[in-house]
């Protein structure tokens, strides 16, 4: 038996269009694991923090478990790893209706293929598959790769 510790800010909790990466450590390997928040079927937006259960749920019913089975592709054992993560955002508020929130999220998904591009150029394995997406806002994704560059060359810093 051991203690283990888990701390995070509560800024996390908030609801909204978010992108984020996930350093996933094992012995001497080190994958990324790009994602963002915003349903594909529901207009809801929820937080990076609810993402994490659901990203590594193991069970036989489990929904929304990429990671976790981007893992098993990749031949890592989640209990053996070691995660952090790193979210921006949120970039968008969550919308009101299907058509806005449609708009929204496929800007978040264009900014998220992006980032994923940007971390393989970078030399970064990068696990899963992100699909072609529409054009993004160049400014916006130059903060969120700032951003994100800045915390993978320091891992562990808030």
């Not at 923090?49 to 893992?71: C, E, S, T, V, Y």
């Not at 054009?135 to 808030?158: K, Q, S, T």
């Amino acid at each position: 038996m051991r203690a283990y510790a888990m701390s995070f800010d509560g800024a996390l909790l908030r609801r909204g269009f978010w992108l984020y990466v996930w350093r996933i450590t094992t012995g001497d390997r080190t994958a990324l694991y790009v994602g963002r928040t915003g349903d594909t079927s529901s207009p809801n937006a929820s937080s990076p923090f609810k993402r994490i259960g659901q990203h590594l749920d193991g069970g036989p019913n489990a929904k929304g478990n990429a990671l976790a089975r981007q893992l098993t592709r990749a031949g890592l054992a989640p209990e053996n790893c070691t995660f952090e993560m790193v979210a921006v955002g949120p970039l968008f508020p969550e919308q009101d209706d299907m058509e806005r929130h449609r708009a929204v999220r496929d800007q978040a998904a264009a900014l998220e293929r992006a980032l994923a591009d940007h971390l393989r150029t970078a030399g970064h394995e990068v696990l899963g598959d992100h699909p072609r997406a529409a054009e993004y806002d160049d400014a916006l994704f130059r903060e969120v790769i700032r951003i994100v560059d800045e915390r993978l060359a320091n891992p562990g810093r808030p």
